[in-house]
């Protein structure tokens, strides 16, 4: 495989939802990262991922745009939600449920890592998964 450093979202196919879209950027399969994975989350006003976790996984989600709020599970199950906007860092220890709603008037944009890489594979499965082809 090639190694392909430098990648911008439209320069790939990206996992399409009913709630928004997800560019893998960073992946095995696209420039042989090991040790994780990654890549741009656009959510619409209104807009988000339901509550799910990544098992052997942990997550970093930064905020690039817009405003929302994002609910991450004490190690008791219990919910804590955060109001969250352009430069907040968020991290989601391993096996945690969490969801992330955008409460905004535009658009939200997330940059999200997952470590070890395999998390976002299982998106494939979900019923409402399309592939968008990358932007020609």
């Not at 098992?55 to 939600?81: C, D, H, K, L, R």
């Not at 944009?109 to 409402?128: I, N």
């Amino acid at each position: 495989m090639a190694e392909n450093n430098f990648v911008y979202p439209r320069d790939v196919s990206a996992f399409g939802f009913d709630w928004g879209q997800l560019a893998l950027t960073v992946a095995p399969e696209l420039n042989g990262a090991k040790r994780f994975s990654g890549g741009v989350v656009d959510l619409p006003p209104g807009q988000g991922h339901s509550r799910h976790n990544h098992p052997g996984a942990e997550e970093i989600i930064f905020v690039i745009s817009g405003e929302g709020e994002q609910m991450v599970e004490t190690p008791e199950g219990v919910p804590v939600v955060q109001k969250v906007g352009p430069g907040c860092t968020v991290f989601v220890p391993e096996d945690r449920f969490h969801s992330t709603l955008n409460t905004g008037s535009g658009p939200m944009q997330l940059f999200v890592v997952y470590s070890p890489a395999g998390p976002e594979l299982g998106l494939r499965d979900l019923p409402d998964f399309r592939l968008i082809p990358k932007a020609e």
